[in-house]
């Protein structure tokens, strides 16, 4: 996949992960958020390897999401839990495979329409 166009969906995902932010309260932005934050370390995950298929780029993201929230099990050091969080919440992991699945359908109908002639 051409990088440029990975490139600005990485840079809409941050713009719409902060638009989230200052639009609405609750458990919008929060879970919105956890779904975005997949969906950027999926389009980081195609930035490094752009043959990646839908389905294992939407596996790593995802698994690395889910990895993310168990480890704030334990103790995330302070500097980094503005990045990684800091409380594990077992409805973030629902989130995250939304993400993941999201932006593997969006990755999919991509390919597909570069595809077909």
């Known amino acids: 996949m051409p990088r440029l166009p990975v490139l600005l969906a990485a840079v809409l995902t941050i713009v719409a992960g902060l638009a989230v ?3 609405w309260d609750g458990p919008v932005p929060k879970y919105a958020g ?3 934050y997949t969906v950027l370390i ?3 995950v195609v930035l490094a390897a752009p043959r990646v298929r839908p389905w294992a780029a ?4 995802g698994g690395l999401s889910w990895a993310i929230e168990f480890a704030q099990l334990g103790k995330i050091p302070p500097f980094l839990r503005p990045l990684l969080g800091s409380t594990f ?7 995250y495979a939304v993400g993941a699945a999201l932006a593997c359908a969006a990755h999919a ?3 597909s ?4 002639p």
């Open 34 to 36: 956890d779904a975005l």
């Open 42 to 44: 999926y389009a980081l």
């Open 58 to 61: 939407a596996v790593v993201a």
């Open 89 to 95: 919440n077992p409805p973030d992991l629902l989130w």
């Open 109 to 111: 109908l991509w390919r």
């Open 21 to 23: 932010r200052l639009l």
């Open 113 to 116: 329409r570069r595809a077909t």
